[in-house]
């Protein structure tokens, strides 16, 4: 009959959006939400299998906390980190940095150098960036880096184009050290890092 | 019959799912997608009835294009722009830059400056990162700004805090005209921004 008809292919079509539906919610089940860095739902860096970290991708869209500049002119023309230093740290442990005032257990941080490229514009005398010349990331773990002072890890992808594609950890002694003597808050360098220290729930 | 009554709960709920897997479809549609930040789905920035730009919210979290440092101890005592500039572009104008190589209509840079904490650190001499104290915006919209010179439009909420809560645009003879004449691409410094000139489509 036709009315039958009808009802059934109504029923098909019902049945069809139905599965449609069931997919649809599977597939977004797995999907980041909005608000989230895609980068920093899963692994933030990533490590060989013998323990090498993988030069970090995407941190440019991470979190500037604080930028530096020592340029050679002001350091015997070979300054110790040549020569604008920003510095990233990843969304999700800002986020957690906000809340909680300290560094979380997996906490990563980049800083990424580049050449002065001008000592004048119309804006005055002073020092402007040129190009990209050098990556560093620091790394909190208490899993993978227990031995380290704090659990903080060090990684130098070098301070010349081209960089590393994959470095080991640097000696404790060649950065770690200095971190820990001197740097304000948690062998990070909060003192220099005005973004951070606004955000520190104690600021607010 | 048992059969018949089994087979129109099958279908009854197989129907409710495709009503619900409709309303997920529906409801998810609206929603922002994972990757876009939610300041930047709604207007990044506001202005009041009177068209007075109110202070950005949330630009911390945008994306950092460079840093500069016009220090006042190389300025005479003072800077035009004292001292530190860190500037961002909302993350929304930033998809579309990396892919279109221009600033879209509605454009939002924030250009944030700090005094100049220290001259010496333990990675040398330089200079870092001190207090916040000032803050600019520069928005470009063809509608609202059509008779800026490229419809650009810049205010300043002051280099001193507090800042002021909203402003009014600047005189195109205070900010637009040094733009125009001296910045490199669309009244945008990118000879300064390494992250823009990096991000840009001719770059990749």
Same mark, same amino acid.
């Given at each position: 009959?036709?009315? +039958?008809?009808?009802?059934?292919? #109504? #029923?098909? &079509?019902?049945?069809?959006?139905? %599965?449609? /539906?069931? %997919? !649809?919610?599977?597939?977004?089940?797995?999907?980041?939400?909005?608000?989230?860095?895609?980068?920093?739902?899963?692994?933030?860096?990533?490590?060989?299998?013998?323990?090498?970290?993988?030069?970090?991708?995407?941190?440019?869209?991470?979190?500037? &906390?604080?930028? +530096?500049? #020592?340029?050679?002119?002001?350091?015997?023309?070979?300054?110790?980190?040549?020569?604008?230093?920003? %510095?990233? @740290?990843?969304?999700?442990?800002?986020?957690?940095?906000?809340?909680?005032?300290?560094?979380?257990?997996?906490?990563?941080?980049?800083?990424?150098?580049?050449? @002065? /490229?001008?000592?004048?514009?119309?804006?005055?005398?002073?020092?402007?960036?040129?190009? !990209?010349?050098?990556?560093?990331?620091?790394?909190?773990?208490?899993?993978?880096?227990?031995?380290?002072?704090?659990?903080?890890?060090?990684?130098?992808?070098?301070?010349?184009?081209?960089?590393?594609?994959? &470095?080991?950890?640097?000696? #404790?002694?060649?950065?770690?050290?200095?971190?820990?003597?001197?740097?304000?808050?948690?062998?990070?360098?909060?003192?220099?890092?005005?973004?951070?220290?606004?955000?520190?729930?104690?600021?607010?």
């Amino acid at each position: 009959m036709p009315g +039958s008809s009808r009802t059934s292919v #109504t #029923t098909m &079509v019902t049945v069809l959006i139905g %599965i449609a /539906g069931l %997919i !649809f919610i599977l597939a977004r089940a797995g999907a980041p939400i909005a608000g989230a860095e895609p980068a920093a739902r899963g692994a933030v860096v990533e490590f060989t299998p013998d323990g090498k970290l993988k030069q970090p991708v995407g941190y440019r869209q991470w979190i500037y &906390v604080g930028a +530096s500049v #020592t340029p050679n002119d002001l350091n015997g023309g070979k300054a110790l980190f040549p020569e604008f230093h920003a %510095i990233y @740290i990843d969304p999700e442990s800002f986020a957690d940095y906000k809340e909680a005032g300290k560094f979380r257990d997996g906490t990563v941080l980049v800083k990424e150098l580049s050449s @002065i /490229g001008s000592k004048e514009t119309t804006s005055g005398k002073g020092y402007f960036l040129g190009d !990209f010349t050098g990556l560093a990331v620091s790394i909190k773990d208490s899993k993978r880096f227990k031995d380290e002072p704090g659990n903080w890890a060090y990684f130098s992808f070098g301070h010349k184009y081209p960089l590393e594609a994959e &470095v080991s950890k640097s000696p #404790t002694f060649a950065c770690n050290k200095c971190h820990q003597d001197s740097a304000k808050q948690d062998w990070v360098f909060t003192q220099n890092y005005n973004v951070l220290r606004a955000a520190a729930p104690r600021s607010k």
